[in-house]
């Protein structure tokens, strides 16, 4: 019947002596201690199968079961864990410690004898984005890892350098923004210098919308949409189209010195072409070399302004100018030391290997 529990059939006063017959021949008034124990153990066992039993029958939602939260099934006899593990409602522990239990829902609409399985939180497929990659004491999320490395491929630079150079002027942080000038971004570019580099070579790396509403004819380079002019400012603080334009600038500023000064540049020199841009960059090389004990404050004065801590030292309460040569040996130590700690940065892969890992389809 719907919304019970199942009966058995009523007993009548003919079946009593068969009954009771029955009883007398399984349970004897006169029992010894090994009849009662073995009356012990066959109670435990019948309680521990109908604990199973009971909620299978029940056919009402008005019935109301929950599920054992554990039980281990190796202290049940063979035959009681036979029966129990044919029993819906029954919990096990699984192999790997687990416990899998039937809904509590005894209805009648409840599906019968089919195992749900608790949900499992999703698993990510692939290296977390967030995780931080060890260099020396310095952890960089392989996100910013991975994209250096893409912008490197891309521009066909040294991700080495990238990375040095990312370090040193932002510490990695794209939201960064310079209290003494416009410099913003992850490579700290100016507004000038961004708008000219954009304009040269947005169009290489999917910018040419952008790079066209740039005006060069005039002494700087100049935006009629002013919401435009912001849009474009705005992307130096996405990573990926900063270092892909830092990129290309260092490129073009190595061959312009390179050609200027007669040899190629040193890795920690490329900083100086960033840091004080080409025409600047070339006048320190030249001067280091002819007049290193100049003062470098004095010959690059709005450099100086905006970047104290590099020209100038503390000597009490007074700040002493550095002269040429100290500038550059104090660049060259900087810049050197990151390159060093960026040395083993192509070892987390190309951006075209890790894809092929992650999705091998």
């Known amino acids: 019947m719907r919304g019970s529990i199942a ?118 497929i692939g290296p977390d984005p967030e995780e931080k990659l060890r260099f020396g004491s310095l952890g960089v999320p392989r996100k910013m890892v991975m994209t250096m490395l893409r912008a490197a491929e891309q521009a066909e630079v040294d991700p080495v350098y990238l990375m040095a150079l990312a370090d040193k002027e932002s510490s990695f942080r794209p939201e960064v923004r310079a209290s003494t000038s416009s410099a913003e971004g992850l490579f700290q570019f100016i507004e000038s210098t961004w708008l000219e580099v954009v304009h040269d070579y947005g169009s290489r790396h999917g910018l040419a919308f952008e790079a066209s509403a740039i005006d060069t004819a005039g002494d700087k380079p100049a935006v009629k949409d002013p919401e435009m002019r912001t849009r474009i400012l705005e992307l130096r603080r996405d990573p990926y189209v900063a270092a892909v334009m830092a990129s290309e600038l260092m490129k073009r500023d190595r061959a312009q010195v390179a050609f200027r000064i007669g040899r190629d540049l040193k890795p920690a020199e490329l900083y100086l072409t960033h840091f004080l841009g080409p025409s600047d960059a070339a006048s320190l090389l030249e001067l280091q070399r002819s007049k290193p004990t100049t003062a470098a404050s004095k010959e690059f004065k709005a450099a100086a302004k905006a970047n104290k801590n590099i020209f100038f030292a503390r000597k009490g309460r007074r700040l002493k100018p550095l002269s040429v040569a100290e500038v550059y040996n104090l ?31």
Do not use: Q
């Not at 060259?332 to 389809?361: E, H, K, N, Q």
């Open 7 to 124: 009966e058995m059939p009523a007993s009548t006063d003919a079946d009593l002596p068969a009954t009771n017959a029955a009883k007398a021949a399984v349970f004897p008034k006169k029992t010894g201690p090994a009849t009662r124990a073995v009356r012990w153990c066959l109670a435990i066992v019948a309680g521990t199968v109908l604990s199973g039993i009971v909620p299978a029958v029940a056919t009402a939602p008005s019935v109301a079961f929950v599920p054992a939260k554990e039980f281990d099934s190796s202290k049940l006899p063979s035959i009681a864990l036979a029966i129990a593990h044919s029993v819906p409602g029954f919990a096990e522990r699984s192999v790997t410690g687990r416990i899998f239990a039937m809904p509590s829902d005894a209805s009648a609409d409840a599906p019968g004898g089919e195992l749900h399985l608790p949900e499992e939180s999703p698993v990510a």
């Open 331 to 361: 660049i060259d130590s900087m810049i050197g030391l990151r390159l060093a700690r960026y040395t083993g940065v192509s070892a987390f892969g190309t951006p075209t290997v890790t894809a092929l890992a992650a999705d091998p389809s």
